[in-house]
């Protein structure tokens, strides 16, 4: 082999790493655009998820308020109407100081200003139990005594000590009932013992 041949020889080679380092090179850019790319994505994820965790927070600390002030102000409005009821009230012990004061005044006061405080109730779902001469109703009534009466039929309200209340058709107070019971001188099947005989 002559040096022509060895530096041919060598020229080629030289040739072919320097070809295989380019090679590489853009083999790497690649590699590096995409790690870049990658990067970039992985930032802008990071940047996303922080955000909509602030948003969340932001969004909890809002609705945690807004229960609060549900619940401190949700009886503003019940509370803005019976005002008049409140007012009626004072101007009627007001007047009943007055000179010149009567009783039948006093009464006709008392009667707007309880038709006021009903109506009012009633705008919020508030309802009066008053059940004489119903069935007796174990869920909305208190039975407070029974008593025979052969006027009523047994398990009927007699009387209504004290009224009962519903709140949107949910019993707040049990109405307290007197309950009717079979009189004595009747037997199991109903018929008077008296008739009988």
Known sequence: MSDNDVNADEVEKSAE????????????????????????????????????KAEMENLRRRSTREVENAHKYALERFVQDLLPVIDSLEMGRDASMAEGATLEKLQEGTDLTLKMLLSTIEKFGIKAVHPEGEAFDPELHQAMTMLESSEH?????????????????????????????????????????????
């Open 153 to 197: 039929a047994p398990n009927t309200v007699m009387n209504v000590m004290q009224k009962g209340y519903l709140l949107n058709e949910r019993l707040v107070r049990p109405a307290m009932v007197v309950v009717s019971k079979a009189s004595a001188d009747e037997d199991s099947s109903g018929t008077n013992i008296d008739e009988q005989a």
């Open 17 to 52: 790493i320097e070809q295989e380092e380019q090679e590489i090179t853009v083999d790497d850019i690649d590699m590096v655009e995409s790690l870049q790319q990658a990067e970039a994505k992985l930032a802008d994820s990071q940047d996303q998820m922080l955000r909509l």
